[in-house]
């Protein structure tokens, strides 16, 4: 099963994200180090991110853009999780890079296979 990556500041996220997703059949590694988050991907090799928008520098939004202009990453398949529901912070989101965005909390059922159908299109 494809391999993700899972950015996120709170740790209690992405343990009930990698729990999820580990059930599900995906490979996954966690950072809650923002700043570390590249080094890992270079190490890891990801085929998915799963990124938070509000963490330290650098947020998601910067994170997102570091992924795009990285060429080894830069058509990999981006989905922001966070509690933002505003416009703004989607319409920033895309714009860097995301490929979908879904609010917390998301739909336990749903996640995984929004994830599917987007590494079906890449």
């Not at 740790?11 to 996954?28: I, M, R, S």
């Not at 938070?52 to 999780?81: V, W, Y």
Request: proline letters at 6%; glycine letters at 2%.
């Amino acid at each position: 099963m494809p391999r993700i990556l899972i950015v996120d500041d709170d740790a209690q996220v992405t343990a009930l994200l990698d729990k999820l997703l580990t059930l599900e059949g995906f490979e996954v590694t966690v950072e809650n180090e923002s700043d570390r988050a590249m080094k890992v991907a270079e190490a890891t090799l990801p085929e998915f991110f799963v990124l938070d928008l509000f963490m330290p520098q650098p947020n998601g939004f910067e994170l997102c853009r570091l992924i795009r202009a990285h060429k080894t990453f830069s058509e990999t398949p981006i989905l922001i999780i966070t509690a933002s529901d505003d416009s703004d912070s989607k319409a920033i989101a895309y714009l860097a890079g995301a490929n979908d965005y879904v609010t917390k909390p998301f739909n336990h059922d749903e996640l995984p296979q929004r994830i599917r159908d987007l590494i079906k299109k890449t």
